[in-house]
């Protein structure tokens, strides 16, 4: 049996304009008993806690950043003269510093969570 070419079952490109068939504009509400249709819910998003999204916040966010390190600490590997390696030297520090700023925050917000003050820490 094997496979052919589309052509042989739809014709060339020269023959289906040469039909003037065009699009169906109704071909989509048509096709509905496909099963291709998901329908949309209600988002679960307006069910999450305020404290939830803020972790979920947290993590995206260090995922960037570690992307942005591990991206820049490549780069220096490969940097080519002083003044580049400087740049990202520079720039790494940066995402160094964002990533434990992050850390603090995130680190603050569970102890808000949890009903613990900085005071309390020892």
Same mark, same amino acid.
């Given at each position: 049996?094997? =496979?052919?070419? +589309?052509?042989?079952?739809? $014709?060339?490109?020269?023959?289906? *304009?040469?039909?003037?068939?065009? +699009?169906?504009?109704?071909?989509?509400?048509?096709?509905?008993?496909? $099963?291709?249709?998901?329908?949309? =819910?209600?988002?679960?998003? *307006? &069910? %999450?806690?305020?404290?939830?999204?803020?972790?979920? &916040? =947290?993590?995206?966010?260090?995922?960037? %950043?570690?992307?942005?390190?591990?991206?820049?600490?490549?780069?220096?590997?490969?940097?080519?003269?002083?003044?580049?390696?400087?740049?990202?030297?520079?720039?790494?520090?940066?995402?160094?510093? *964002?990533?434990?700023?992050? &850390?603090?925050?995130?680190?603050?917000?569970? +102890?808000?969570?949890?009903?613990?003050?900085? +005071?309390?820490?020892?």
């Amino acid at each position: 049996m094997g =496979f052919q070419y +589309d052509e042989v079952y739809i $014709g060339t490109p020269e023959e289906r *304009a040469s039909k003037e068939l065009g +699009d169906d504009p109704d071909a989509l509400e048509k096709m509905l008993h496909l $099963g291709t249709n998901v329908p949309q =819910f209600a988002s679960a998003d *307006a &069910n %999450l806690s305020a404290e939830y999204k803020a972790m979920v &916040n =947290f993590t995206n966010r260090r995922a960037v %950043l570690l992307d942005n390190i591990k991206t820049c600490r490549e780069q220096l590997k490969m940097a080519l003269d002083k003044e580049e390696k400087e740049v990202l030297q520079s720039t790494l520090e940066m995402e160094m510093r *964002a990533l434990e700023q992050l &850390n603090a925050d995130q680190q603050h917000l569970e +102890d808000s969570m949890h009903g613990e003050d900085d +005071d309390e820490k020892v």
